[in-house]
C-alpha cells in the first residue's frame, strides 16, 4: 500500500516561490503516473501537474510557464516547484499517484493514492 505525504507549503507573498515535495513510502513504481492537484474551500479539485512513467508532463494552462513538476525516483520524491506565485494559486495541494504509466488529466477520480495534502497561501 503506498503512502503519500507533502510538505513544503506555506505562507508568500505574491511574485514568491515555493517548492513542494511528496514522499512516498512503500510501494511506488518508477513508472507510476504521480501529479499534483489544488483544492480551495469549497472549490473542486483540480489537476496542477502530472508526470507520466515515460517522463512526459502535462499542466493546466493557468500553471504553465511558472511551475514545474519533477521527480527523483532515488528518493521516492515528486516535486512542484512554483515561481511567480499568484493569489489565485492559494489552495491546498494534494500529491496523487496511480500504477499505470498514463496521465489522465485532469481527471483526480482515476488516482488510487492521495496525500494529506498541504497548504499554500499567497497574499497580494
Known amino acids: 500500500q503506498a503512502q503519500l505525504v507533502e510538505s513544503g507549503g506555506g505562507s508568500v507573498q505574491a511574485g514568491g516561490s515555493l517548492k513542494l515535495s511528496c514522499t512516498a513510502s512503500?510501494?511506488?513504481?518508477?513508472?507510476?503516473?504521480m501529479g499534483w492537484f489544488r483544492q480551495t474551500a469549497g472549490g473542486q479539485r483540480e489537476g496542477v501537474a502530472v508526470?507520466?512513467?515515460?517522463?512526459?508532463?502535462t499542466y493546466s494552462d493557468s500553471v504553465k510557464g511558472r511551475f514545474t513538476i519533477s521527480r527523483d525516483n532515488a528518493k521516492n520524491t515528486l516535486y512542484l516547484q512554483m515561481n511567480s506565485l499568484k493569489p489565485e494559486d492559494t489552495a491546498m495541494y494534494y500529491c496523487?499517484?496511480?500504477?499505470?504509466?498514463?496521465?489522465?488529466?485532469?481527471?483526480?477520480?482515476?488516482?488510487?493514492?492521495w496525500g494529506q495534502g498541504t497548504q499554500v497561501t499567497v497574499s497580494s
Open positions: 496523487a499517484a496511480r500504477p499505470r504509466a498514463s496521465c489522465p488529466f485532469p481527471a483526480p477520480a482515476d488516482y488510487d493514492y
Open positions: 508526470l507520466g512513467g515515460a517522463g512526459s508532463t
Open positions: 512503500g510501494y511506488i513504481g518508477s513508472t507510476w503516473c
